[in-house]
């Protein structure tokens, strides 16, 4: 990607966290007094103003929102509000679990995805279509707590073959990473089902045929890098889904993760904690974002013109 | 690929009259119509008082799982009718998708106004903020907003309200640019009518196919987020129910009485895909490219 866009497009990310993190320093203002919510009106005033200074709330507002600025540049992200230990300590605990299970679900759900999407193009109105878009369908409008719900029931209540919470060994992975992964595959099936059926009436397609290609060859060396463009685009718009999705998923399968982390933030309203992990989030959906733009260049010699000339 | 076209022989044959209703679509039509009833007949079609507890008959299974006859959908940990409860959860959760999709469509179509109109530095604030909300999970700004200001239920109608309006914002914007430079705007305009006449009686005609589509796409996403949310336990809360409240306080209870869980999850599963399979069907028959074939 030429490097002038690049900055462009790295600006527009940096203001975006900059306005988020700006955006939580306005809510968390607006919300009423934290300390208040921590140790309750009926505390004493020294205790209170022990407090306020122990979270830095004495200081003037500009003065916060500077050294708030500051510290979350230095990736201090403050204090817990109810376990009193550094916001980004209990993210660094949670996060391995997470990644575990977000990316296990999401290999899954992009090699099944994709696979069914092309065997669901190559046998474009037969019955294995069917079958698969049936499941494409299923997949993507399946609730995720209700399909590890139904995971639970079955697999570990009546069959008892998995267990159905925790993450101590590589077992307690399954049934959270096909609960999470079932919705990418369905997504993904349908978007590379569509894309290739575009890709293989092309010219090329037939003129690979022609020449005596082999159809393996012809479907994965000539046909799917084409069908790649689209496909790339879901990935960086369905990150968010991963997101949202390991909340639920980690809630059902009580996997210590960050989304668990978030929602006990969010019950004990631990507002300290729940920015940092928003923070955290919005830096990641960017980077994530820049990354597939930049992928999008490396796979399409086009896009590398196209862009270079703007 | 429309969900439709799944289910009709051949998706390249020209759309005949009788593909014009497939049967998918009519069973979904007679689904959602259900719910409908439902939704505005509650008080009329459940048995019981949804809140009406009975501590000697808990956790009875479903009548033809051999329960007791007077409890068709079984009782839950309270003694409470699964049945009643389950109406009144379907009431709870379409009330708050409705209001939900209709605040959000409200908040954007109005901003996608205003930016289309000053342009400029309104436009660029607009489409900034636009941005951030489309740079999270809108799960995530759902449970921040929840911390900050709690859990009511008005309140939580109203964070609902925030979802999915910077996609009709940019989809309002979009269009306004473009229909203000047709002709027929034009003209308006040079007649001498206000620009707020222009759009109204002008302008938003024209664009209302296009925002009625985005409204049944937004509106099973705003089931499933209400549904998570109170799954979660932060959404709506006891003693008020919905079809994830029912859900996540049943699976406390999978061993020993699996309906109270699994029967709100078949409702929101049967729910999204119905309002899926027909938004897809009328997209298609909005959609003048397909009609022109």
Sequence with gaps: MPGRLFLAKFARGLLTVWLIVTLTFVALNLSGDPIEALVGDQAPAEVIAHYREKFGLDRPLWQQYVSYVAGIAQGDFGLSLSDQRPAIDLIAAALPRTLRLGLTAFVLGLVLGVGLG?????????????????????????????????????????????????????????????????????????FTRSAMLEVLNKQYVVAARAKGVPRPRRVLWHALPNAAIPIITIIGLKLGDLVAGSIIVETVFAVPGVGRLLVNAVTSRDFALVQAILIMTSITMVLANLAVDAIYALIDPRMRAARSER | ?????????????????EARYPAIVIAALILLGLILMIFLFADWLAPYDYRTQSLLKRLKPPSFLGGLPEHLLGTDELGRDVLSRLIYAIRFSVLVALGGTLIGALIGTTLGFIAAHFRGLTEEAIMMLADVQASLPFMMIALALIALFGGGFFLFVAIMG??????????????????????????????????????????????????????????????????S????????????????????????YLTSAWWIAVLPGMAIFLTTMSISIVGDWIRDRLDPTLQAR
């Design chain 2, 229 to 252: 949310l109170s799954f979660l336990g932060l959404g709506i809360r006891p003693p008020l129910t919905s079809l994830g409240q029912m859900l996540g306080a049943g699976r406390a």
């Design chain 1, 118 to 190: 092309i065997v669901a193009a190559l046998n474009r109105n037969r019955p294995i279509d069917r079958f698969v878009m049936s499941f494409a369908v299923l997949g993507f409008s399946l609730p995720n707590f209700f399909l590890g719900i139904l995971l639970i029931l079955l697999f570990s209540l009546h069959w008892r073959l998995l267990p159905s919470s925790g993450d101590q060994t590589i077992w307690h992975l399954i049934l959270p990473a096909i609960t999470l992964g079932t919705h990418f595959a369905g997504t993904f099936a349908r």
């Design chain 2, 1 to 17: 690929m429309a969900l439709t076209t799944l289910f009709r022989r051949k998706d390249d044959a020209p759309v005949k009259a």
């Design chain 2, 162 to 227: 925030f979802y999915g309006w910077e996609v009709f914002a940019r989809l309002t914007r979009g269009v306004v640019i473009a229909a203000n430079t047709q002709d027929y705007a034009t003209a308006v305009t040079a007649l001498g009518a206000p620009a707020r006449h222009v759009y109204l009686r002008h302008v938003l005609p024209n664009i209302l196919s296009v925002l009625i589509v985005q409204f049944t796409l937004n509106f099973p996403q705003v089931i499933l987020l209400e549904t």
